[in-house]
């Protein structure tokens, strides 16, 4: 896989953007004779950015780096872009990752502290991001804004290593928002 490949994976991955409410209705359903080279791949999360909304939502958190040494971010880039990148991941299953993701059967994660975002595990980091993005609008219903802002696209790749390589060209080209996390 080289390098030119990856832009014009990236190029594909932009034009494919499609509603979130698209995914969610398959989610759920079991499928026989499943193909499971057509399972594994690349998504991306991105929100539908309608009036620059964003401006107006709490984009400054705290998070804990290494040795516990807080770190201000700021979800400042892309502000003015239609779709705005918010999470690239890698998986051997879509349905069950993006189910993962969603959580749709939980209305709030409560996993905010004044200004710290806290993300239990990289499964949650989409909610937990989209949960925070909306923690100080009262009677904001998080289901209902994830279907109306969120959007997905997705690449079928079967070989693990392009999936990790791909992905990390990804994050470094589309700068996702929620895909900030704390070295270890």
């Known amino acids: 896989m080289d390098y030119k490949r990856f832009q014009d994976i990236e190029n594909e991955l932009r034009a494919n953007i499609t509603e979130i409410n698209y995914y969610v209705s398959i989610i759920d359903k079991k499928y026989k004779n499943f193909d499971n080279s057509k399972n594994m791949g690349i998504y991306i999360f991105w929100y539908k950015n309608q009036c620059n909304e964003l401006y107006g939502l709490n984009r400054i958190f705290s998070i804990d780096g290494p040795l516990k040494i807080e770190q201000k971010v700021e979800w400042n880039w892309n502000l003015d872009d239609e779709f705005v990148c918010l999470y690239i991941g890698k998986t051997r299953n879509f349905r069950k990752r993006i189910g993962l993701h969603l959580l749709l059967d939980t209305e ?32 904001i219903h998080i289901k209902d804004e994830l279907m109306k802002h969120l959007y997905l696209s997705i690449y079928f790749e079967d070989n693990f290593i392009h999936r990790f390589y791909l992905e990390n060209y990804l994050v470094g080209r589309l700068r996702p928002w929620f895909n900030v996390d704390s070295e270890r």
């Open 108 to 139: 709030n994660l409560g996993n905010i502290d004044g200004n710290k975002l806290y993300k239990k595990t990289t499964s949650c980091q989409l909610r937990s991001g989209f949960d925070y993005l909306y923690s100080k609008n009262d009677g």
